[in-house]
């Protein structure tokens, strides 16, 4: 949670504490959200504040609704924020790659066509592709690598396409998947522990829909 969203985590923050309980109430500008859920209105929120500190030395605080901390310890929670990592590549591959918000056309049957064509290329090129990293895994334990690997799912995606003309259009099976394995066991990327790299901030590309078809 950034520090000017509440005043609570500003002053958590400055507290030195590792994590402590907070309540939360809606604020004023929003109250026109209560009309939709007028039982809130007079009710708040309690949730546990926890403060991570990472590898980088910068410190995130974490807002959860599981309040209980001995049932869930502060090392429980910084365990699950990691685990959020392969949510984000998910959703990066999903929104950047295949460009989801991009749609051909404006019409309910146009929007649902492009999801769920999108959808199914994302989840057929992750079944393609994870007999390469399960192989991946396995040389980097035999071999005794320095560095860990990984299938680079760009790459993946990229090629995917133009594998599945030759499977689906062409019927070429075997030396189509042949060479889609090829690809992705050759574009491998090294896994660098504690490498940080600044975040680019690039220009939203926007998806114009004035010229879209129907």
């Not at 507290?15 to 009309?35: C, I, M, N, Y």
């Not at 859920?37 to 030395?57: E, S, V």
């Not at 910068?58 to 929670?77: A, G, M, P, Q, R």
């Not at 490498?195 to 939203?204: C, E, G, I, V």
């Amino acid at each position: 949670m950034k520090d000017d969203w509440w005043l609570a985590v500003k002053d958590f923050k400055d507290s030195g504490k590792q994590e402590t309980l907070v309540e939360f109430a809606l604020p004023k500008k929003d109250r026109e959200l209560l009309k939709a859920y007028p039982k809130m209105h007079h009710q708040k929120i309690t949730c546990r504040l926890a403060l991570i500190a990472l590898d980088n030395g910068e410190k995130e605080v974490l807002c959860t609704s599981l309040t209980d901390s001995n049932k869930y310890t502060h090392d429980d929670i910084k365990e699950l924020y990691h685990f959020r990592w392969n949510i984000e590549e998910g959703y990066k591959l999903f929104k950047s790659r295949i460009e989801v918000e991009d749609f051909s056309g404006k019409t309910a049957i146009a929007v649902k066509q492009d999801f769920f064509a999108k959808v199914y290329m994302m989840t057929m090129c992750a079944i393609l592709a994870f007999p390469i990293e399960e192989q991946v895994k396995k040389e980097y334990e035999a071999e005794k690598q320095k560095y860990k690997s990984k299938i680079n799912r760009t790459t993946a995606l990229a090629n995917y396409r133009d594998v599945m003309i030759s499977v689906f259009i062409k019927r070429i099976y075997r030396p189509a998947l042949e060479a889609f394995d090829n690809i992705v066991k050759k574009t491998t990327e090294i896994i660098r522990p504690s490498r940080l790299l600044p975040r680019k901030h690039r220009t939203k590309k926007q998806y114009h829909m004035n010229y879209k078809k129907l």
